[in-house]
């Protein structure tokens, strides 16, 4: 990590993909902890981990919560607000921008994975989620996915960034682990995400394409609900393989960072629903140069084509 000892507001950030202005909202809500050096404000490795151990139980009540909901008229979406699902720094800073200039709808964010994500979306729950699973079959990314889970539903596919999905290892790569197939050995402990997140998605179909029996890998089904936490599992030598991305590994001293395979980070609108103000105030965001710049230069994160239309279902 930058520095074990007092990260930063712009660190914590960066660790939780989630903008400056959220760190200091955490800070005022009493969600996670901080200590003042002069008038700067500081915090732990711990404080981080404490904030991702306690966030995750809170998610998980909020999923089961969305999840367990009947389904909802036209006036309880209005009522909810403008929900945007998915886990990136991107999403944070495009509730942020939207936020800016309200309109009537408030704008609001749900961390669920991409899979449930989409389901929610379907469900009429969401109102975008943000998606990356790849389907080996086609070797694409989250068309499949899309027809599959909005059966019936007519929907777009925007393009929000590339990103590089691969391996925490610790620092040096004391194991000399190299790619999918070490997976299979014995001496390799990983930690997993939960069901539905698009690493978890990314790895088990690379376990089924190489016959490797998910039980049959050593901390398989030991999760964690942030990338976070898996390269902090994995810095502290609790694990010797993680799946993740380019940008948290290039936050945390402790690990390298294996590059395997680049992933199309995007969203998923209902096509009806393109024609209503939130949409196309995002879609205006996205869009834009001065958007588009706040991320050009970010290790991990390639925007060259953010805010188009790629597909449609």
Same mark, same amino acid.
Request: glycine share 8%.
């Given at each position: 990590m930058k520095n074990q000892t007092a990260l930063t507001v712009q660190d914590v950030a960066e660790m939780l993909n989630i903008a400056k202005n959220t760190v200091y909202d955490l800070i005022k809500r009493k969600e996670i902890?901080?200590?003042?050096?002069?008038?700067?404000?500081?915090?732990?490795?711990?404080?981080?981990?404490?904030?991702i151990s306690n966030s995750k139980k809170i998610r998980t009540l909020e999923k089961c919560e969305i999840c367990h909901a009947e389904n909802i008229s036209a006036e309880g979406q209005k009522e909810k607000g403008f929900v945007i699902c998915g886990q990136d720094l991107v999403l944070d800073a495009l509730v942020e921008s939207m936020q800016k200039k309200p309109l009537q709808q408030p704008v609001l964010r749900?961390?669920?994975?991409?899979? @449930?994500?989409?389901?929610? *979306?379907?469900?009429?729950? $969401? +109102?975008?989620?943000?998606?990356?699973?790849?389907?080996?079959?086609?070797?694409?990314?989250?068309?499949?996915?899309?027809?599959?889970?909005?059966?019936?539903?007519?929907?777009?596919?925007?393009?929000?960034?590339v990103r590089i999905q691969g391996f925490f290892v610790a620092k040096g790569n004391p194991k000399h682990i190299k790619g999918w197939e070490d997976l299979g050995r014995k001496d390799i402990k990983i930690?997993?995400?939960?069901?539905?997140?698009?690493?978890?998605?990314?790895? @088990?179909?690379?376990?089924? *394409?190489?016959?490797?029996? $998910? +039980?049959?890998?050593?901390?398989?089904?030991?999760?964690?609900?942030?990338?976070?936490?898996l390269a902090s599992t994995v810095g502290r030598g609790d694990a010797d393989i993680a799946v993740g991305s380019e940008f948290i590994a290039c936050q945390m001293e402790s690990v390298d960072f294996i590059p395997l395979q680049k992933e199309s980070f995007e969203l998923v609108i209902k096509k009806e629903d393109l024609v209503k103000d939130s949409v196309r105030q995002m879609m205006r965001i996205l869009e834009s140069s001065q958007f588009r710049q706040e991320f050009e230069g970010i290790t991990g994160y390639d925007v060259a084509n953010m805010g188009t239309i790629v597909a449609e279902t």
């Open positions: 902890n901080s200590y003042k050096v002069g008038r700067k404000v500081r915090f732990t490795l711990k404080d981080v981990e404490d904030y749900s961390y669920l994975s991409s899979y @449930d994500g989409l389901v929610e *979306l379907y469900r009429g729950n $969401a +109102s975008v989620t943000a998606a990356h699973l790849w389907d080996s079959s086609t070797n694409t990314y989250n068309i499949p996915f899309v027809r599959a889970l909005l059966p019936g539903v007519s929907a777009v596919i925007v393009h929000l960034t930690v997993n995400r939960e069901k539905g997140a698009g690493s978890r998605v990314l790895l @088990d179909e690379h376990l089924r *394409l190489l016959g490797i029996k $998910a +039980s049959s890998v050593n901390g398989y089904f030991t999760e964690t609900a942030a990338h976070v936490g």
